[in-house]
């Protein structure tokens, strides 16, 4: 076996028993991005920081007070700050920021021990599904459907991070999921991904995208593996005010698979009408396959769900709006000055030059529904359906513990096959409800579609139950025994 086919457990273990060091999984891991630069799963490779943190790993294995991650290679999303390298947010705008912090979660990992290989390209501002808006070109999908050469969206907007995995160029990637990020990448290249309950991990050094939604979770190649990364990551941070102080438990130790006493519910809104039949056959296995691990499954209902798709391109746009106002041209990155402009000029050719179509969009969108004269129309009314909609799943989880549902209605599509923002908009239709309530939610590789292409399915939990999030998808994992690659 390769080092980098390795998962994170397998390489903890096979560093403690000195198999390998963490100098020669981090030149693996460099050297199979070398090879890979095709996909464009990076904007900045970081090999003399990877090297030195490897050897620091290698000198703390030694000594024996290695952390939990000591000599893991991962990958950072570039919308989290990394201190001394650039962080971008997959926008022109920001071309050329040096943080001078880290952030809390990428400063945890690699407090942890943990190698960074570089930082990981994205949907601009995290606003896509596709990896098609990044200003440092689109992220290629390391997949191929069966008789087509065409080449394939690795998701969005955590697309780099998801092409990384699973084209095993790093053992585990940050993502961030504001309405669906870290979710439906993982299902659209075969890999597994979590997104905590919102304010588990820490906000602090993450470019603001919609504040009240945005929150990080690791990608990895199994649940084992999130679980080891999600443990490191969570954690009380009093630099941001959402930021939950509570206990983390360590998510991997408690991993059971054991389903038995639960209750599954299948949210009967979520079948829509003319859903693709692999899909719903799918969904219907995984039931199954909860059952075999000692689940009960119940159809519950969820009504506002039809709602939550509209609810949430105002409040994300709106909250966009009002976090990118602070990319005039005076701070961070891109500055544009006119000849004989005065200061509003320069705020404006900045702006029109560093934000991408897409981040124009909702900046206008946002700007609208948070004008004097529509914000009751727009934005008091989403904020209500949000309530409806968060209270929904609260009426749910009364009637059992977990949800099952699809992660995304289809598998990878091609690039420039949804031009037209709206049908990209429909591809959060299963993972946007749980966001706009603050619910933990995973994907895990379920199957292929009938072309070859990985689908993955999704896991809802009452909030801060990443731990039975977890276990039912390890129960998903094992039954599901996916072992198709790229
Ligand atoms: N695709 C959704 C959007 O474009 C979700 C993005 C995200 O979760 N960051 O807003």
């Given at each position: 076996m390769m080092l980098t086919d390795l998962t994170i457990a397998g390489m903890k273990r096979g560093l403690a028993a000195r198999d390998f060091s963490a100098t020669e999984l981090a030149t693996a891991h460099l050297s199979a991005m070398e090879q890979a630069r095709g996909l464009n799963a990076f904007i900045v490779e970081t090999p003399e920081i990877a090297t030195a943190q490897a050897a620091a790993a290698d000198a703390a294995l030694a000594r024996g007070n290695a952390g939990p991650l000591a000599g893991i290679p991962i990958g950072i999303k570039d919308l989290f700050c990394t201190e001394s390298v650039q962080t971008t947010a997959g926008s022109k705008i920001l071309q050329g920021f040096i943080p001078q912090y880290e952030s809390t979660v990428s400063g945890k990992l690699l407090g942890a021990g943990a190698v960074m290989l570089g930082k990981l390209n994205m949907d601009e501002f995290a606003m896509g599904s596709s990896n098609e808006t990044s200003a440092y070109g689109r992220v290629i999908s390391p997949w191929k459907a069966r008789n087509s050469n065409r080449e394939l969206v690795p998701g969005g907007s955590s697309g780099g991070s998801a092409a990384a995995v699973a084209a095993r160029l790093v053992a585990g990637a940050t993502g961030t999921d504001t309405g669906?990020?870290?979710?439906?990448?993982?299902?659209?290249?075969?890999?597994?991904?979590?997104?905590?309950?919102?304010?588990?991990?820490?906000?602090?050094?993450?470019?603001?995208?919609?504040?009240?939604?945005?929150?990080?979770?690791?990608?990895?190649?199994?649940?084992?593996?999130?679980?080891?990364?999600?443990?490191?990551?969570?954690?009380?941070?009093?630099?941001?005010?959402?930021?939950?102080?509570?206990?983390?438990?360590?998510?991997?130790?408690?991993?059971?698979?054991?389903?038995?006493?639960?209750?599954?519910?299948?949210?009967?809104?979520?079948?829509?009408?003319?859903?693709?039949?692999?899909?719903?056959?799918?969904?219907?296995?995984?039931?199954?396959?909860?059952r075999d691990a000692g689940a009960r499954t119940v159809e519950v209902s969820l009504p506002h769900t039809r709602y939550a798709l509209p609810a949430y391109y105002i409040i994300a746009p709106a909250e966009a709006s009002s976090n990118l106002a602070r990319y005039d041209g005076v701070r961070y990155g891109l500055r544009v000055t006119p000849p004989g402009g005065n200061l509003a000029d320069m705020y404006s050719a900045t702006r029109a030059a560093g934000f991408g179509p897409e981040v124009k969009r909702r900046i206008m969108i946002g700007t609208y529904v948070l004008s004097a004269g529509f914000y009751d129309a727009y934005y008091t009314q989403a904020q209500r359906v949000r309530t409806l909609i968060a209270r929904d799943f609260e009426l749910a989880f009364e009637k059992c513990d977990l949800l099952l549902t699809p992660t995304a209605p289809s598998a990878a599509f091609a690039f420039g096959d949804k031009a037209d923002p709206l049908a990209m908009y429909l591809n959060d239709v299963f993972t946007v409800p749980s966001s706009l309530a603050g619910l933990p939610a995973m994907s895990v590789p379920a199957g292929l579609s009938p072309d070859g292409l990985p689908l993955g399915l999704q896991i809802i939990g009452r909030p801060l139950d990443e731990a039975g999030v977890l276990d039912a998808g390890l129960a998903i994992e094992r039954a599901a025994g996916f072992t198709a690659r790229p």
């Open positions: 669906g990020s870290i979710r439906q990448p993982a299902s659209f290249v075969g890999i597994s991904g979590i997104k905590p309950t919102y304010g588990r991990c820490s906000r602090w050094g993450v470019v603001a995208f919609a504040s009240s939604l945005d929150q990080a979770g690791p990608m990895a190649r199994s649940v084992e593996d999130c679980a080891l990364l999600l443990t490191s990551m969570c954690g009380y941070d009093a630099r941001d005010s959402t930021s939950l102080d509570v206990p983390v438990p360590d998510f991997a130790a408690g991993l059971t698979g054991d389903l038995r006493g639960k209750t599954i519910g299948v949210p009967k809104e979520y079948r829509l009408d003319g859903m693709d039949a692999t899909i719903a056959a799918l969904w219907e296995q995984g039931l199954a396959w909860l």
